[in-house]
């Protein structure tokens, strides 16, 4: 299995919190993606990472933001946690941009 | 813009019968294909990818899939299926030139009936 971790593993949190969640990788994988998962949508992308501080919007992005200072760790942080936002993130990496993605196990959110 | 179609949302089936999920995608490009599956409370894990070469790919737990560019289909089957292959199915397709987003279908939910 690629060594891919999320933390925390469940929140609950209340609207209008910030909250910041974290992805870890051991594979020195470049290309690193957060994605969200809702019952009939699929997985839609928020955000993804093509290297150390580079990073670009995916289709959902408003509301979230990411940052990557090192090639390991990747942040997603919702600013103003709204209720909207109760979803399971993944977090995925990849070697090579055409390559297959490899997923962490997500993280439940639910904001109140 | 790409896009990806699963047209079943809900797939029941008897155990030890086949089975196809279908995926329909949409790119002018080049295509990288992929299947994914999902087991309750679980990240997803990769079946089978088409890059290049041969149509038929050959996956795990004894799935597979064709990639039809005429039809512009990846569907996913498997001759037997057993109850342990009750999960949620993900095709999804692979960036194209310019771009680092993969796009996925809305998911297929396979049910293994005894």
């Known amino acids: 299995d690629a060594g891919i971790t999320q933390s925390p593993r469940h929140k609950v949190t209340e609207t209008g919190t910030p909250v910041t969640l974290r992805c870890h990788q051991t594979?020195?994988?470049?290309?690193m993606y957060w994605y969200r998962q809702d019952p009939g949508h699929g997985l839609r992308l928020i955000h993804y990472s093509y290297g150390v501080k580079d990073t670009d919007k995916g289709e959902v992005s408003d509301g979230y933001s990411v940052s990557r200072s090192k090639t390991e760790d990747f942040l997603l942080t919702l600013e103003s946690a709204t209720s909207s936002q109760t979803s399971v993130y993944f977090c995925?990496?990849?070697?090579?941009?055409?390559?297959?993605?490899?997923f962490g196990p997500g993280t439940r959110l639910t904001v109140l | 813009a790409q896009s990806v179609t699963q047209l079943d949302s809900q797939v029941p089936v008897f155990e030890e019968a086949p089975v196809e999920l279908r995926c329909n995608y949409s790119s002018s490009v080049s295509v990288y294909l992929f299947w994914y599956v999902q087991y309750p409370n679980q990240g997803l894990q990769l079946l089978l990818k088409y890059l290049s070469g041969s149509t038929l790919v050959k996956g795990i737990n004894g799935f597979e899939a064709e990639f039809n560019k005429s039809q512009t289909s990846f569907h996913l089957r498997k001759p037997s299926v057993h109850i342990s292959d009750t999960a949620e199915y993900f095709c999804?397709?692979?960036?194209?030139?310019?771009?680092?987003?993969?796009?996925f279908g809305t998911g297929t939910r396979l049910k293994v009936l005894a």
């Open positions: 999804a397709v692979g960036p194209n030139s310019g771009t680092y987003k993969y796009i």
């Open positions: 594979e020195n994988h470049r290309y």
């Open positions: 995925a990496i990849s070697e090579s941009r055409n390559n297959e993605q490899f």
